[in-house]
């Protein structure tokens, strides 16, 4: 009822002097907080400022446990007009701005001076104060001091830290922060940093501050409170994560904003040093120390730290680990860079990780280790150099001992160019492959004097069970015969040689063949091929080389052979100066043809002149003489052209397979022979040359009749 009168009055502006006691009256018997009668007294003050509404104000809110910016104007008005209320100090700092920086009373100062049951955050304020203003409370800034050392240490060794600990553990502690008992949890605190909440989400409430360090196995949560929090960052390496209510997670800097507490502080890396066994403390070491040449012990301690912390990711831990070695590597100190490379897991290193390992083992003479590495996860990435090296001494430490994985990775340094005569020597030994890639090394191993003579008879071996050709076959054949060949593969070779060089028209070199003239006399039995090439190297260098006699010896033998057989081929014709019988085939002109020696080849004829065109084709089978070389002679006449095509035969099929025109050939004004003389005729009728064609006509008929006379059929008569 009371408080509808009290309502009523203030509704109609006539709150009296009496009300206004009465009301406070009131206020005074209430017990619990009532936003009614706060509302009425706040009414009752602004008309009229009374001591005693204030009090009830004041206590009002207590009752309420009120606190805050609204509340601290009625305290503050309390605590300037001296009121005596139980706790009102108390609420006084509970409702102050923490950011406040001015003179407090010095009543609150005296108040709090004896006993203090503040929060640490209150308190650090109170203390704040003091010091910021010393030179105003001398009196009791000596009082303070105790409990402020007192507060500064237990603070500082929970870890905690905001703007007002900081001013007084650098106003306090001062140098001691840098000694040995305080500096771990200084260290600690300086990574801080605060986070305030600048836009609260609407919909739902911003309830931690997620931090993902990409160095760190696990994130970090922080609650929030009021609005902000504080967390530890250390690099940059980081990202921080505004979490809600309902587990929702928003990467969105617009809602929160970071300061770092601790903003400077000179002798930053002195207390980083003397704390480098802690987490933070060690990670900002190593980024320091991350690919500097010159690490501190300090930063070794950390980075060893950071290798063995569980808080880290494996990654970072291995990167940190090739920092260390290539530092150890490049200061040689080698006991610490031996006991650290044992450490190293090739399974969980990438390529590039493991070149820089398995160049540190070769370089301290790790090879067992560095070649199992190699053999396992292979070559790639690893540089040549370290390669050959590592070959180089597992080889000689085993003698060359037979190896297949050492082989395939002396092969490898090889192909890239990269080699020396310890790799030659027992790729010499063990090397198989292609006949490729054996040329490769015998051109390698040749450079440098090396003994190739088994990797040469190798590579024969392989040509001639594979057929395969390589274009190097005259040089390989030339070298080897030079240091005692096996005389079957010398044969054997020189008749594959002679088969290229015959049958497939591959060029030669014509010292090949002077290895003929050795055999025949060694009386060691060659083939067709081999003759037959022989005679051809020597009839197409007959312009540039004079023949020798033990050539000349052998030429002729081996045509006697040849013609015996009834084998004539063109280039027989080079060696008329000194073999009679080819004079038959002097006039005769040969068509020439290689095909399959299983094959029916079938010459398609005629013979045609400036007075006759070509008749009817005719039709005649060409000789096989050898390796499916075919041949035909015709004699044709001044004038006369033979126009023909050849066709192949084989089973149920045949095919034109050449056509050309072969005309007569031009014998000079020779006179030796029959068909000499009856083309010269020929000549001398068509020019209209009477005297000439008479002549000759005559010289014809008296050397016909006298071969005639002296040459009689041989009869089998006496």
């Not at 000179?266 to 500097?292: I, T």
């Not at 399959?596 to 005719?618: A, M, R, T, W």
Request: aromatic share 14%; with cysteine.
């Amino acid at each position: 009822f009371e408080l509808a009168i009290f309502n009523f009055a203030k509704k109609q502006a006539g709150m009296t002097g009496e009300l206004r006691s009465r009301l406070n009256f009131v206020a005074a018997k209430e017990i619990t907080y009532s936003r009614e009668i706060y509302d009425l007294l706040v009414y009752s003050y602004e008309k009229e400022p009374r001591t005693e509404t204030l009090e009830e104000i004041c206590k009002m809110l207590m009752r309420g446990n009120r606190i805050g910016p609204d509340c601290f104007t009625w305290y503050e008005k309390a605590v300037e007009n001296e009121l005596r209320i139980s706790r009102l100090y108390e609420y006084y700092i509970m409702s102050i701005d923490l950011a406040y920086t001015g003179r407090l009373p010095k009543i609150i100062l005296m108040y709090f001076a004896y006993r203090s049951e503040l929060d640490y955050e209150r308190n650090a304020f109170l203390y704040a104060n003091v010091l910021r203003h010393k030179p105003a409370y001398q009196d009791i800034y000596k009082d303070y001091l105790p409990a402020i050392k007192e507060f500064a240490l237990e603070q500082l060794k929970k870890f905690r830290v905001n703007e007002n600990l900081v001013y007084i553990y650098k106003n306090v502690l001062g140098e001691s922060l840098y000694q040995e008992e305080l500096v771990p949890y200084y260290a600690q605190i300086l990574f801080s940093h605060y986070v305030e909440i600048k836009n609260p989400k609407k919909d739902s409430e911003i309830t931690a501050i997620i931090v993902v360090n990409e160095h760190l196995a696990e994130e970090q949560s922080y609650p929030v409170y009021n609005n902000h929090t504080i967390i530890p960052l250390v690099g940059n390496d980081y990202c921080i994560l505004v979490e809600d209510e309902y587990g929702n997670r928003y990467v969105d800097s617009s809602l929160y904003k970071v300061k770092r507490i601790i903003k400077t502080d000179s002798r930053v890396e002195e207390v980083m040093m003397k704390n480098c066994a802690d987490l933070y403390p060690a990670m900002y070491l190593a980024d320091k120390a991350y690919g500097n040449s010159d690490i501190t012990p300090e930063e070794e301690a950390a980075l060893i730290f950071l290798t063995e912390c569980d808080q880290i990711v494996p990654e970072y831990q291995l990167g940190i680990m090739m920092n260390l070695a290539e530092n150890y590597f490049d200061k040689d100190e080698i006991t610490r860079l031996d006991e650290l490379m044992l450490r190293f897991d090739p399974e969980v290193l990438d390529g590039e990780m493991r070149e820089k390992c398995v160049h540190i083992m070769v370089a301290r003479g790790m090879y067992d280790r560095a070649l199992e590495w190699v053999c396992k996860y292979g070559t790639e990435y690893i540089d040549d150099k370290i390669l050959v090296r590592l070959c180089d001494r597992v080889l000689v430490r085993s003698d060359y001992e037979y190896e297949y994985s050492v082989l395939k990775i002396c092969e490898s340094v090889f192909l890239n160019g990269r080699y020396d005569e310890t790799i030659l020597n027992y790729m010499l030994i063990y090397k198989n492959g292609s006949s490729k890639s054996l040329k490769r090394l015998w051109r390698a191993a040749d450079s440098f004097n090396l003994d190739v003579h088994g990797l040469l008879e190798n590579m024969i071996v392989q040509l001639l069970y594979s057929g395969a050709s390589i274009g190097e076959e005259a040089n390989i054949f030339l070298q080897y015969v030079t240091e005692n060949p096996s005389l079957e593969i010398e044969k054997l070779f020189l008749d594959r040689l002679s088969y290229d060089y015959f049958v497939r028209k591959l060029p030669m070199d014509r010292e090949v063949f002077d290895t003929v003239i050795t055999l025949h006399q060694m009386g060691e039995n060659l083939t067709d091929y081999v003759k037959i090439a022989f005679l051809k190297s020597c009839a197409e260098t007959r312009e540039k080389i004079v023949l020798s006699s033990e050539q000349k010896a052998l030429i002729v033998l081996f045509m006697n052979e040849f013609s015996a057989r009834h084998i004539m081929f063109p280039f027989f014709l080079e060696f008329r100066d000194f073999w009679p019988k080819l004079a038959m085939y002097e006039d005769r002109c040969f068509v020439e043809y290689t095909g399959d020696p299983e094959s029916k080849v079938v010459l398609h004829y005629c013979i045609e002149n400036k007075d006759e065109e070509c008749g009817e084709f005719q039709r005649e089978e060409m000789q096989h003489l050898l390796g499916g070389v075919f041949v035909k002679n015709f004699v044709l006449f001044s004038g006369e052209n033979l126009r023909y095509y050849i066709t192949e035969e084989g089973f149920r099929s045949e095919k034109l397979t050449q056509s050309s025109t072969l005309k007569s050939a031009s014998k000079k004004n020779n006179t030796e022979h029959k068909y000499a003389y009856i083309n010269n005729i020929a000549k001398a009728r068509a020019a209209n040359d009477n005297d000439k064609f008479l002549k000759l006509s005559e010289e014809y008929i008296a050397k016909q009749y006298i071969t005639e006379k002296l040459f009689l059929p041989d009869r089998g008569e006496k």
